[in-house]
C-alpha cells in the first residue's frame, strides 16, 4: 500500500520535473532570449522573490475558484437531475445549454462583469460557475440515462417507493459520472477566475489588486519571469484543485476500489431488523 502511494505521488512529481528541464534545454538550446522565455528557476524566483505581495491574491483567487466551483457543481447536479427525471425540461433546456457553452467564456465575461458591478467578486464566481456547471450537468444527465433499468424496476418489484429508488440505486451510480464532470470543471475552474478577474479589473478586495493585474503590470514592464512564474504557479493550483476532487472521489466511492465490505459495515448489516 505504502509503496503504491509513494508511485502515485512520485510520479507526477517526476512529469513536473521532466517539464520544466524540457523547458530549460529549450531554452539553453536555442539560445531563446530572457524577455522571450526565461529560464524555469527565473521563473519561480520571480514568484518566491515577491510571495510577500503575491500571497494575498493567491488567496483571493483560490476563494473565488473555491466558490464558483461549489456553486457550480450545485447548480449542475440541480439542473442534471431536474432534466433526466423530466424530459420535457431536458428538451426545453439542453440546446440553450449548448448554445451557451458554445459563447467563447471571454466573450461573456466583460457583459456579467457589467451587469453584476465591475469592482466586485460576482462577475468573477459567475464566471466560474458558468464554466462548471455545464460538465457537471452532462455528466449527470449521463449518470442517471444508464442507471440498469433491470435492477430499478426489481427494486420496484420489492415496494421500492421512487426516492427510495432514487437514493439508493440512481444516485450511487451517477456518483462516477458526476466525477467525471467534476474534474473536468476543477480543470478549468481557476483559469475562469482568472478571465473573471480580467474582467473586473477594479476588483475589491483586501489588496485592492487581483493575481490578473499583476499578470498584465507584468506584461507592460516585460518581466517575462514574473508572467511565466505567475502561468506555472496557477497550472499547480489547477492541478492541487484536480487533486483535491479525486480525493474526494475516492472517500465518496469505495466500491470502485474495494471489493468487500468493511468490517464494521458487515456488523450493521448483519445486525437484526437489517434485512428489511
Known amino acids: 500500500m505504502r509503496r503504491r502511494t509513494l508511485t502515485r505521488v512520485a510520479l507526477p512529481v517526476a512529469s513536473f520535473v521532466i517539464v520544466l ?10 539560445r531563446v532570449q530572457g524577455y522571450i522565455a526565461p529560464r524555469p ?14 500571497a494575498p491574491l493567491v488567496v483571493q483567487i483560490v ?7 461549489v456553486a457550480g457543481a450545485l447548480i449542475g447536479v440541480f439542473f ?18 449548448v448554445l451557451s457553452q458554445a459563447v467563447p467564456v471571454i466573450v461573456i465575461a466583460f457583459p456579467l462583469a457589467a451587469i453584476l458591478g465591475f469592482g466586485s ?15 457537471v450537468t452532462v455528466s449527470v444527465i449521463d449518470g442517471l440515462g444508464h442507471v440498469d433499468r433491470d435492477l430499478v424496476n426489481l427494486a420496484r418489484v420489492y415496494g421500492a417507493s421512487r426516492w427510495r429508488t432514487f437514493v439508493l440505486i440512481e444516485v450511487p451510480a451517477t456518483v462516477s459520472p458526476l466525477f467525471s464532470g467534476l474534474k473536468i ?5 481557476i483559469t475562469g477566475a482568472f478571465i473573471g478577474e ?18 498584465q503590470h507584468a506584461e507592460s514592464n516585460l518581466n517575462s519571469p514574473a508572467v511565466y512564474g505567475i502561468t506555472l504557479l496557477m497550472a499547480l493550483i489547477g492541478v492541487a484543485w484536480f487533486l483535491a476532487v479525486v480525493g474526494l472521489e475516492v472517500l465518496s466511492t469505495p466500491w470502485l476500489r474495494r471489493a468487500t465490505v468493511r468490517r464494521w459495515r458487515r456488523r450493521d448489516i448483519a445486525a437484526p431488523g437489517n434485512d428489511r
Open 21 to 30: 528541464l524540457l523547458w530549460q534545454a529549450v531554452v539553453v538550446i536555442f
Open 41 to 54: 528557476l527565473d521563473a519561480i524566483r520571480a514568484v518566491s522573490d515577491n510571495w510577500s505581495l503575491l
Open 63 to 69: 476563494k473565488e475558484t473555491v466558490f464558483g466551483f
Open 80 to 97: 442534471g437531475v431536474a432534466m433526466a427525471k423530466v424530459p420535457v425540461v431536458q428538451k426545453l433546456l439542453y440546446p440553450s445549454l
Open 121 to 135: 467578486v460576482k462577475p468573477i464566481i459567475a464566471i466560474v460557475v458558468w464554466i462548471v456547471f455545464f460538465p
Open 185 to 189: 470543471g476543477a480543470t478549468y475552474a
Open 198 to 215: 480580467l474582467a473586473s479589473p477594479e476588483q475589491v478586495g483586501s489588496t485592492g489588486s487581483s493575481l490578473a493585474l499583476y499578470v
